[in-house]
Nanobody
Framework: QVRLVESGGGLVQAGGSLRLSCAAS????????MGWYRQAPGKQRELVAV???????NYADSVKGRFTISRDNAKNTLYLQMDSLKAEDTAVYYC?????????????WGQGTQVTVSS
């Protein structure tokens, strides 16, 4: 029943920025872990970034220093600020949330939003 809706994807040139948002239908406080996965054509879905209820974050090595994940529980929204985008960042980005931890085999998921980085 929990609905997650991503927005903010689109087409951007390499070196540019995008900010993804994930709006939840219910309070996000009950989710310990919220994060973003991405899946490029022909590749497995990979974890990009995670933020837990305390605000602690972790990032994939490929995006460290370029992406920033945050959550605003008052707005029931998760964000991913993406800077210095590269062509290899092109993928469908999925928002996910779980009361404990993130996994591709559990939790709630959004429908995905396409991010395309041109080079």
């Amino acid at each position: 029943q929990v609905r997650l809706v991503e927005s903010g994807g689109g087409l951007v040139q390499a070196g540019g920025s995008l900010r993804l948002s994930c709006a939840a239908s219910e309070t996000t406080f009950r989710f310990n872990a919220m994060g973003w996965y991405r899946q490029a054509p022909g590749k497995q879905r990979e974890l990009v970034a995670v933020v837990v209820r305390t605000g602690d974050t972790n990032y994939a090595d490929s995006v460290k220093g370029r992406f920033t994940i945050s959550r605003d529980n008052a707005k029931n929204t998760l964000y991913l600020q993406m800077d210095s985008l590269k062509a290899e960042d092109t993928a469908v980005y999925y928002c996910t949330a779980d009361p404990d931890y993130l996994s591709t085999s559990r939790g709630f998921w959004g429908q995905g939003t396409q991010v395309t980085v041109s080079s």
